[in-house]
């Protein structure tokens, strides 16, 4: 799997949109970019997940540049339980192992 | 619907005791995996199952090992238990190739 290079972290306000960067420059084109969150003492949570296009689920928007070496998460409108730990991954395959590396530690402010 | 599920919630062993873990997949998926997550680490992979047999394993020694039963639920087993096993182990399910991993929310192990 491509080695994926996040900020170790950021805050932001809360109500306001939260944009996690993610680096995955030996990306490979079979390889999808997923993002966990996972909120203190709990297990990850799946958030969203692409390929070229850029995609929008209820938790989140997700874009992918042109040359895939690079995508940013966006929380439109972050909340106190958004706090967590964002992990960006690269996989070729939904159910395939899953190689996290340290994540970005996002604290939400009021 | 539930979620995956996972117990015990916390243990504490001693070292060189042996453990045994338990997960519940969600409901229809049939791919347990499990991953090994130390304080402040992302989660790493240990192994998964499906068909009840072993399909990919991460850099684990032996001692780690698992099973799946036919109802799809699973154990991981560790044996001869030294203080770095000391973690969150979690347990996720999907359904083969076509959904995005659920997590448990793991069992806390603390070997003393």
């Known amino acids: 799997d491509a080695k994926t290079t996040q900020p170790p972290s950021m805050d932001c306000a809360e109500g306001r949109a939260a944009n996690l960067p993610c680096n995955h420059s030996?990306?490979?084109?079979?390889?999808?970019v997923y993002w966990y969150r996972q909120i203190h003492s709990q297990g990850p949570q799946y958030i969203i997940h692409?390929?070229?296009n850029n995609e929008t689920n209820e938790m989140a928007s997700l874009i992918i540049t042109e040359d895939r070496k690079s995508s940013t998460l966006i929380l439109p409108h972050a909340t106190l339980r958004d706090t967590a730990v964002y992990y960006c991954?690269?996989?070729?395959?939904?159910?395939?192992?899953?190689?996290f590396g340290g994540g970005t530690r996002v604290l939400v402010k009021p | 619907d539930a979620g995956v599920t996972q117990s015990p919630t916390h243990l504490i062993k001693t070292r060189g005791q042996q453990v045994t873990l338990r997960c519940s997949p969600k409901?229809?998926?049939?791919?347990v995996s499990w991953y090994q997550q130390a304080l402040g680490q992302g989660p790493q992979f240990i192994f998964q199952?499906?068909?009840?047999?072993?399909?990919q394993r991460g850099n684990f020694p032996d001692r780690f090992s698992g099973h799946q039963f036919p109802n799809y639920s699973s154990e991981l087993n560790v044996n001869a238990l030294l203080l770095g096993d000391s973690a969150l182990y979690l347990c996720?399910?999907?359904?083969?190739?076509?959904?995005?991993?659920?997590f448990g929310n793991g069992t806390r192990l603390t070997v003393t």
């Open positions: 996720a399910s999907s359904d083969r190739g076509a959904s995005p991993l659920h």
């Open positions: 030996t990306i490979s084109g079979n390889e999808y």
């Open positions: 692409g390929l070229k």
């Open positions: 991954i690269a996989n070729k395959a939904a159910g395939n192992k899953l190689t």
């Open positions: 409901s229809g998926h049939d791919t």
């Open positions: 199952y499906y068909e009840e047999e072993e399909r």
